[in-house]
């Protein structure tokens, strides 16, 4: 059973930094990229960072120059470092990772960014 853990996430001023990490762990699953999401009430979820173990990286224009993906192949953890936190980046974030047919999910975890 594949099971996405998190950590991090919490409450932040303007400007201010949160880190959010999440792990992979309960199965041999082997993702290709893993990332983020985050969801305010009454909105859709968007996608904020994708990390791929080909290397690559992408971003929500939003959050581009502010936050930072990280990859780790071998423990299956990626990690999601926010800086310059502005209000608008307050939200439940979603871990997730796939493979080239599934798509597991975290349990989310808030993000609050005071002004």
């Known amino acids: 059973q594949v099971q996405l853990v998190e950590s991090g996430g919490g409450l932040a001023q303007t400007g201010g930094s949160l880190s959010l990490s999440c792990v992979v762990s309960?199965?041999?699953?082997?993702?290709?990229?893993m990332g983020w999401y985050r969801q305010v009430p009454g909105k859709s979820r968007d996608l904020v960072a994708t990390?791929?173990?080909?290397?690559?990286?992408s971003y929500l224009d939003s959050v581009k120059g502010r936050f930072t993906i990280s990859l780790d192949n071998v423990k299956n953890t990626v990690t999601l470092q926010m800086d310059n936190l502005a209000p608008e980046d307050t939200a439940v974030y979603y871990c997730y990772a796939m493979d080239s047919s599934t798509k597991y999910w975290g349990q989310g975890t808030q993000v609050t960014v005071s002004s």
């Open positions: 990390a791929r173990t080909s290397g690559t990286t």
């Open positions: 309960g199965s041999a699953f082997r993702p290709n990229a």
